[in-house]
Nanobody, 122 residues
Framework: QVQLVESGGGLVQAGGSLRLSCVAS????????MGWFRQAPGKEREFVAV????????HYADSVKGRFTISRDNTKNTVYLQMNSLKPEDAAVYYC???????????????WGQGTQVTVSS
């Protein structure tokens, strides 16, 4: 069992930056690929980024490529999402997730956090 807790969300102006963190419980964090997803009101959950368990490979949604960076620190059981040049359309609840496969589908992940709200003002 893995428990995930996100933090770092908040209100930011367009063009600004935020860094989200997701801390995992347990000793198996380094075994899991970690992903970030987001869901805006009235929209389906969408993939944002994923990082392999070792951290050597990342993959991003086209909508965030070049602006967002996913990273992890296996010594701290933490995955990060650095978000730069934020746009109003980036506003959503952001979720981290842990899974065995490095996928971009929600069903690729077994464990989910409770989410953290990101609001971007124009």
């Amino acid at each position: 069992q893995v428990q995930l807790v996100e933090s770092g969300g908040g209100l930011v102006q367009a063009g600004g930056s935020l860094r989200l963190s997701c801390v995992a419980s347990g000793r198996t964090f380094r075994q899991y690929a970690m992903g970030w997803f987001r869901q805006a009101p009235g929209k389906e959950r969408e993939f944002v980024a994923v990082i392999t368990n070792s951290g050597d490979t990342t993959h991003y949604a086209d909508s965030v490529k070049g602006r967002f960076t996913i990273s992890r620190d296996n010594t701290k059981n933490t995955v990060y999402l650095q978000m730069n040049s934020l746009k109003p359309e980036d506003a959503a609840v952001y979720y981290c997730a842990a899974g065995w496969a490095t996928g971009d589908r929600g069903r690729d992940y077994t464990y989910w956090g409770q989410g953290t709200q990101v609001t971007v003002s124009s």
